[in-house]
């Protein structure tokens, strides 16, 4: 059994940052992919970005202002979140693949944490 833990959500104006954290534990064998996904009220769960072992992948809402990044040393990824707006306020989620194929799904999630962007 894998656990992953968010943290690091909070209410932060418009503009501001914030830095997600997501870690691993339990039976882990090795991680090769990571996600973050987001869910807004009222709408579905939608990408933000994955990280393979050097690729990163970002929605096109988030580019150029999020950057997904790894510590395998640590079963942990981040998500460094600058100038924020209102419509990035949703509930993250981590998401983590074991194995070296990827088909494009995650085999662990984590609870979320809500980021929400307000002045």
């Known amino acids: 059994q894998v656990h992953l833990v968010e943290s690091g959500g909070g209410l932060v104006q418009p503009g501001g940052s914030l830095r997600l954290s997501c870690t691993a534990s339990?039976?882990?064998?090795?991680?090769?992919?990571w996600g973050w996904y987001r869910q807004a009220p009222g709408k579905t769960r939608e990408f933000v970005a994955t990280?393979?072992?050097?690729?990163?992948n970002y929605a096109d809402s988030v580019k150029g202002r999020f950057t997904i990044s790894r510590d395998d040393a640590k079963n942990t990824v981040y998500l460094e979140m600058n100038s924020l707006k209102f419509e990035d306020s949703a509930v993250y989620y981590c998401?983590?693949?074991?194995?070296?194929?990827?088909?494009?799904?995650?085999?662990?999630w984590g609870q979320g944490t809500q980021v929400t962007v307000s002045s």
């Open positions: 998401a983590a693949h074991e194995g070296d194929t990827w088909y494009g799904s995650f085999d662990h």
């Open positions: 339990g039976s882990i064998k090795s991680i090769t992919v």
């Open positions: 990280i393979m072992t050097e690729t990163t």
